[in-house]
């Protein structure tokens, strides 16, 4: 039978992380599945590409919290990734390394070894770095399904006291020596924070993952999309490639009968779950199927900001493999990079070196991110460029690249003087590549931004008003290849026995 003939139980629009885990897991339970992407590759931002021999992950460059018993171990090995795909646990002893005000500091894996290396280097702050280690495993504790032995309560979101704590004032709290302050803070480029309104809870979730168990892939992301579409094939289930959802038909109740592909071809399904940001899936599947306020909220609901990355080829056998990763941080306040300007960009950034089998001593290459404002592409906006549906941007954009590029290169040359030296080829993604590749609207980084202020009116509900409509993907929960499994577990109990699918994460 084919596609447009048959009516599937489930159609997945996107194969994000949380997508192709939902089609897993409601495959698993023996529905009938069919996830429909976009792009050439499957995977959203767990993509990677390929330059001069050398993989580059797009948008996922090492993972947390899964040390044997850990949350994510512990999801991973529900859906078989823990033992069949390439792992590297990075350095016991310094898993990010802190750059600031010209000194460096060492996070350690471990609660113990991450305050003592603290502490070390700020000894009269002991009761301080202890205080900020309780509060956040305290957070932790609390917060309903991260931690999946409080799993059974019913309110996924924890209380709102807890969500609208402040990060930046939480810290300040427990120490005003500025320079603990910023470094207990430096890696709030995980979830692109701000300082008026990014919760304690993001930062306290995201960072006790990493201490709980920071991973790189070998060879990149995409092992993640791939083990997950093989296993959903292998449950009988479908993931296609080059399917761009443009919108519906519905039935007369109000339900989505079927999507409509771009090339018109139609997919019938009784249930339909979008991957896609929030406020895209309301254009796909029109305006008027939802209610004002929701449309006005969601529509209006900030992002998180966008980012340039500068990805560097290096010559065969010439640079030092780097088991860490650097957060380099060039103003006063870890809060403030976001809020640059033409001069003083970059304010901060962030520096890896891909885990490759090729060789364990010397790196292949190196990603350099560092924050870019959508507006500073918008000129090239109504360009559009991917692998599927290729396009061109023009010389100005093409200079616009090389310069900033060449920023970045200069950073990194200060960072490790002679690195010029050793490069081959260098290659730049900017927000307009996020926009076309991940199909939201201005390429951010973590999709929607949480609100310590508000934070209900960040927290996006996976039911929507269209009967056989959810939402999943970073922006229910929380971003993050954690924050998307954990979302998408929530969007499939919507359809699954809640407790018996978290009893066989548990038994995994
Ligand atoms: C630069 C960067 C670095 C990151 N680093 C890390 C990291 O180190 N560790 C970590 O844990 N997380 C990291 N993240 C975050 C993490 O990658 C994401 O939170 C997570 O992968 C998002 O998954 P998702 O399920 O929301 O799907 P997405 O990745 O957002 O994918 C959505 C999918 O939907 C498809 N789609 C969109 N529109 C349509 C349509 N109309 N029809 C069909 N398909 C469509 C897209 O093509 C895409 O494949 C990073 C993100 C970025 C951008």
């Avoid at 290396?117 to 957070?139: D, G, R, V």
């Avoid at 339909?272 to 909220?297: C, M, Q, W």
Wanted: proline content about 2%.
């Amino acid at each position: 039978m084919s596609v447009e003939e048959k009516e599937y139980d489930f159609v997945i629009i996107g194969s994000g992380l949380g997508g192709l885990e939902c089609a897993y897991i409601l495959a698993e339970e023996g529905y009938s599945v069919v996830v429909l992407e976009k792009n050439h590759q499957i995977g959203g931002n767990l993509q990677v590409f390929s330059r001069d021999k050398s993989i580059f992950d797009t948008g996922v460059h090492y993972i947390g919290g899964l040390d044997e018993g850990e949350n994510l171990d512990q999801f991973f090995k529900y859906f078989g990734m823990r033992d069949s795909l390439k792992w590297k646990r990075m350095d016991e002893d310094c898993f990010d390394l802190i750059r600031i005000e010209g000194k460096e500091f060492k996070y350690a894996q471990g609660y113990d070894k991450f305050s003592k290396s603290l502490i070390a280097q700020f000894p009269e702050e002991e009761e301080a770095i202890m205080k900020f280690c309780s509060e956040i495993k305290s957070i932790c504790e609390d917060f309903p399904l991260y931690n999946l032995k409080s799993i059974t309560k019913d309110n996924i979101f924890g209380d709102i006291d807890m969500l609208s704590r402040n990060a930046y004032d939480v810290i300040a709290s427990i120490t005003s020596n500025k320079l603990l302050q910023n470094v207990l803070a430096a890696t709030n480029g995980l979830y692109a924070g701000e300082k008026d309104t990014t919760p304690w809870f993001v930062h306290a979730l995201v960072l006790n993952s990493y201490l709980t168990g920071a991973y790189r892939l070998m060879d990149g992301g995409s092992q993640i999309s791939i083990h997950l579409s093989k296993a959903i094939r292998a449950f009988g289930g479908e993931v296609l490639k080059r399917k761009i959802v443009t919108g519906a038909n519905f039935h007369e109740d109000g339900k989505i009968k079927e999507v409509v592909l771009s090339t018109g071809e139609t997919v019938k399904g009784k249930n339909f779950i979008s991957n896609v940001h929030p406020a895209v899936t309301i254009d796909i599947f029109g305006e008027k199927r939802f209610l004002k306020p929701y449309v006005r909220r969601v529509k209006n609901l900030p992002n998180t900001i966008s980012s340039f990355i500068t990805h560097i080829v290096f010559k065969e056998n010439t640079f030092k493999y780097m088991n860490y990763n650097t957060y380099c941080v060039n103003d006063k306040d870890v809060w403030d990079c976001l809020n640059y300007n033409q001069k003083n960009w970059p304010k901060g950034i962030f520096v890896c070196t891909p885990a490759s089998s090729k060789s364990e001593e010397y790196a292949d290459c190196m990603s350099i991110m560092a924050y870019m404002d959508y507006k500073e592409v918008e000129q090239w906006e109504t360009t559009f460029n991917t692998v599927a549906q290729k396009g061109e941007r023009g010389g100005e954009y093409e200079k616009f690249k090389a310069t900033k590029e060449a920023k970045l290169v200069e950073e990194v040359e200060k960072m490790y003087p002679g690195i010029k030296e050793h490069i081959k080829s260098v290659h730049s993604t900017t927000p307009l590549t996020f926009r076309d590749y991940i199909g939201d609207k201005t390429g951010s980084l973590y999709g929607i931004l949480k609100d310590s202020n508000n934070p209900l009116k960040s927290v996006i509900n996976p039911k929507t008003r269209i009967k056989n409509l959810s939402l999943t993907g970073q922006n229910i929960i929380l971003h993050g290849v954690l924050g998307a499994t954990i979302g998408a577990f929530v969007t499939c109990f919507n359809h699954v026995d809640k407790h018996k699918l978290i009893d066989k994460v548990r038994n995994s």
